[in-house]
């Protein structure tokens, strides 16, 4: 798998990606813009065209946007959907024209309807989201801690969202603290295989172009996004061994969202590496 973590831009983009090497990354995260803002910025081009030159050279790839946490394209609210248009729809824009693979970004909240209503007016809006996509451009959906009315907390659900939208160009991030706190118990050999299969079954593995590498300190089924430092949490060293050991994983990238400074980042992604070193022998469920 290419192993990367999601960088600061605030000192440009020249120095996140050179932050991302230090830290030993072969891909890499960012945000193109404030993620607390709905705001959309006009695009840089030549800022741009420096990013992709740069990361070429680096061999950061792929390379991933994550959304603003704004975005709620399950909102029952027609300005937070036309917000939430407008950042997906930026942030594509945004990939198009630096060369980056993929947009990740959450789906939001049904809030107080029935999901089902909710799931269609979210699918709408994905259908919408993805009209002008341009090519070499994915747009991933990220799944749930499960809590409350938040959508994709489970497999079957992004699986429906998937089959629903039926847009080659719309794919799946898997992260595992999410994962967890929905009730997947992936710390085991066993338990990894069971997601997995179950994962193909619902969503397809060609459709899962990511995953989120990240413990957590959370119960299992707590249901609360709270991320850890890697192997130090529930899911720990035995959940990323049995990740890193299937074949099936090996053409996708994992990004890492740890907490912490520059040095927990560095520590994080060693023990990502040496994980995946150590990983036993290629098993199928």
């Known amino acids: 798998m290419r192993l990367g973590m999601h960088v600061r831009t605030a000192r440009g983009y020249a120095a996140a990606l050179e932050r991302a090497q230090r830290a030993g990354c072969n891909a890499v995260q960012i945000f193109s813009s404030n993620p607390r803002s709905y705001r959309v910025a006009p695009l840089d081009q030549p800022a741009l065209a420096t990013f992709r030159t740069a990361r070429q050279t680096a061999g950061l790839y792929p390379a991933v946007i ?15 959907i036309a917000g939430s248009l407008g950042l997906v729809r930026g942030d594509l824009a945004f990939a198009a024209a630096s060369g980056i693979e993929f947009v990740n970004t959450h789906l939001g909240s049904y809030g107080k309807r029935s999901r089902e209503q909710g799931f269609g007016d979210a699918c709408r809006a994905l259908d919408k989201a993805l009209e002008d996509i341009a090519p070499g451009v994915v747009l991933v959906l990220e799944n749930s801690a499960g809590a409350g009315q938040l959508c994709g907390g489970t497999l079957e659900e992004l699986g429906r969202f998937i089959k629903s939208v039926d847009h080659p ?13 929905a009730g997947y118990e992936i710390n085991s050999q066993r338990g990894v295989d069971a997601f997995l299969y179950e994962a193909a079954e619902q969503i397809g593995l060609d459709r899962i172009h990511l995953f989120h590498f990240n413990d957590t300190q959370v119960p299992l089924g707590g249901n609360r996004d709270r991320h850890w430092h890697i192997g130090e949490g529930n899911i720990g060293f035995a959940g990323f061994r049995a990740l890193a050991a299937r074949s099936e994983l090996a053409s ?25 070193e150590g990983a036993s022998a290629p098993t199928r469920a």
């Open 66 to 80: 994550h959304t603003s946490y704004l975005i709620n394209l399950a909102s029952d609210d027609p300005k937070i």
């Open 169 to 181: 160009q719309l794919g799946v991030c898997i992260d595992t603290a999410h994962a967890w706190a």
């Open 252 to 276: 996708k990238a994992a990004i890492l969202e740890t907490p912490g400074e520059d040095e927990d980042d560095v520590r994080n992604m060693q023990t990502i590496r040496l994980i995946f």
